[in-house]
């Protein structure tokens, strides 16, 4: 993979982890410990050398060692996401539980909330009040962050045709694991690949915002509801994306 547009660092260490019986904890503890030595070491070398400047007394070795911690922090973040990412991909060429998807197209479902989602960034801007037939009063510029505190995964419809036949799947998406200032707006403008695991099944028009809080069941009342409802074939497949990009 030479372009890395998503990928869900935390749910690819969940994986790595119990793949590897928590081997990937270890290895974070270790490289965590020995950052802090290192910076611990630099920034104490480092104040030794400047101590004799009377105008920075103390605090330069408060200040040292802040921004070497910093830097640790920094440091620890970057090789443990480049870690997971490289073993994520060396696992999952082997595991026939992550599927890997190609020549998909992804696409939001009319009215879900990813299709608002994709735009109501650009509301931040507007400062005018919405008022319901009921009465209740809206701030349109704050429906970003309801969604964003509201909702964690975002499903779009992937769409793939193959010797004339349709194959659609719901992806859902972490919306903070894009990479690279890229957003969920951006995904039906590429090619990518994905890899992805099998969480559950859901119907199409269940991606409607009016339907999303709907958790009544479908009452069964008689042995042909059954058959009806077990012979709907309209029920989608549903896979939560680890990881999203441009292949070699």
Not at 153 to 159: G, H, Q, R, T
Not at 200 to 211: C, F, Q
Request: proline share 1%; net charge negative; aromatic share 12%.
């Amino acid at each position: 993979m030479i372009k890395v547009v998503y990928f869900d660092d935390l749910s690819a260490t969940d994986y790595l982890n119990i793949y590897d019986g928590g081997e990937k904890i270890q290895t974070k503890n270790k490289i965590e410990e020995k950052n802090k030595e290192l910076a611990s070491k630099t920034s104490a070398n480092l104040f030794a050398k400047l101590s004799w400047l009377p105008f920075l007394g103390g605090s330069a070795e408060t200040s040292a060692s802040a921004d070497f911690s910093l830097s640790g922090s920094s440091l620890v973040k970057t090789t443990l996401s480049n870690t997971v990412l490289t073993d994520f991909l060396n696992r999952a060429q082997n595991d026939e539980r992550i599927c890997v998807f190609n020549d998909y197209k992804v696409r939001a479902y009319k009215n879900s909330i990813a299709f608002f989602k994709m735009f109501t960034p650009f509301l931040k801007i507007t400062k005018s009040d919405f008022t319901t037939d009921e009465g209740f009063v809206f701030d349109i510029s704050k429906l970003d962050e309801a969604f964003t505190s509201g909702k964690g995964y975002y499903e779009l419809i992937a769409e793939n045709t193959v010797g004339g036949m349709l194959k659609k799947h719901i992806f859902r998406f972490n919306i903070v694991s894009f990479r690279n200032n890229y957003s969920i707006a951006d995904l039906s403008k590429m090619d990518l690949n994905y890899y992805a695991v099998k969480v559950g099944k859901s119907e199409e028009e269940m991606l409607d915002i009016s339907k999303e809080f709907n958790f009544e069941q479908k009452s069964i009342s008689s042995a042909f509801d059954i058959i009806e409802d077990q012979s709907n074939g309209n029920a989608l497949d549903v896979f939560d994306v680890i990881l999203a990009g441009v292949d070699i």
